[in-house]
T-cell receptor, first 111, second 114 residues
Framework: LAKTTQPISMDSYEGQEVNITCSHNNIATNDYITWYQQFPSQGPRFIIQ???TKVTNEVASLFIPADRKSSTLSLPRVSLSDTAVYYCLVARSGSARQLTFGSGTQLTVLP | DAGVTQSPTHLIKTRGQQVTLRCSPKSGHDTVSWYQQALGQGPQFIFQYYEEEERQRGNFPDRFSGHQFPNYSSELNVNALLLGDSALYLC?????????????FGQGTRLTVV
C-alpha cells in the first residue's frame, strides 16, 4: 500500500478553515483516500473517503487533484472540539477490515 | 443501535500474565479487526476475524491470539505479557461485503503491564 506523509502537528483558531494536506506518491489505481479522526482515549472515527476530484459531507471536504498523489482534508470553521489527531489513509476498496494508519496530524484549535 | 463495545475499559496486569479483551461489533457487522495503539502512534493492525476464523494477520507474535464467536463477538488474548504490550487495544467492525473503507471502532481497552 502507498505510504502517506502528513504534517505532525497544526494549530488553528476557532472559526478558521483548516486544511491538512497528505501526500501519497505511490497511490495505486484502485486505492481510495480515507480520513479518520481520533480523540484522546477513543477509537478513530471515519470522516470522509474519496477517489478523485472533490467529496463533501456534513463534516468535511476532501480535495484530490487529478494525479491523486496528494489530497487535502478541509475542515470549515473549526471549533475547540475539533482538536484531535487526523489520519490520512490509502486503502483498497473493501479494505475496512485491515487499515494501515500512520502517525497522523495533531490538530490543536485555540480559542 | 449500539456501536462497537469493548470491555474492560482499563486493565492492569503483571508481566508474564495473560489477558483477554472482549469486543461486540456494531449490529449487522460480521468482521472484527483488532489494533494495538501505543502512546503517540497510530493504530497497528493485529488481525481480523470473519466466519470465526483468523483471515489476515499483521506483524504480531503468536502470543497474540483471538477468537470469534457465532454471534460475531470477538476476544483478543495476549499471553506472557511484556511491558511493551502496554497500549490501547482497539476493536473495529465492518461488513465484509462493503466496498468502502469505513470501519467502526470501539473506545478501546487501555492495558497497562507492570
Amino acid at each position: 500500500l502507498a505510504k502517506t506523509t502528513q504534517p505532525i502537528s497544526m494549530d488553528s483558531y476557532e472559526g478558521q478553515e483548516v486544511n491538512i494536506t497528505c501526500s501519497h506518491n505511490n497511490i495505486a489505481t484502485n486505492d481510495y483516500i480515507t480520513w479518520y479522526q481520533q480523540f484522546p482515549s477513543q477509537g478513530p472515527r471515519f470522516i470522509i473517503q474519496g477517489y478523485k476530484t472533490k467529496v463533501t459531507n456534513e463534516v468535511a471536504s476532501l480535495f484530490i487533484p487529478a494525479d491523486r498523489k496528494s489530497s487535502t482534508l478541509s475542515l470549515p470553521r473549526v471549533s475547540l472540539s475539533d482538536t484531535a489527531v487526523y489520519y490520512c489513509l490509502v486503502a483498497r476498496s473493501g479494505s475496512a477490515r485491515q487499515l494501515t494508519f500512520g502517525s497522523g496530524t495533531q490538530l490543536t484549535v485555540l480559542p | 443501535d449500539a456501536g462497537v463495545t469493548q470491555s474492560p475499559t482499563h486493565l492492569i496486569k503483571t508481566r508474564g500474565q495473560q489477558v483477554t479483551l472482549r469486543c461486540s461489533p456494531k449490529s449487522g457487522h460480521d468482521t472484527v479487526s483488532w489494533y494495538q495503539q501505543a502512546l503517540g502512534q497510530g493504530p497497528q493492525f493485529i488481525f481480523q476475524y470473519y466466519e470465526e476464523e483468523e483471515r489476515q494477520r499483521g506483524n504480531f507474535p503468536d502470543r497474540f491470539s483471538g477468537h470469534q464467536f457465532p454471534n460475531y463477538s470477538s476476544e483478543l488474548n495476549v499471553n506472557a505479557l511484556l511491558l511493551g504490550d502496554s497500549a490501547l487495544y482497539l476493536c473495529a467492525s465492518s461488513l465484509r461485503g462493503n466496498s468502502g473503507t469505513e470501519a467502526f471502532f470501539g473506545q478501546g481497552t487501555r492495558l497497562t503491564v507492570v
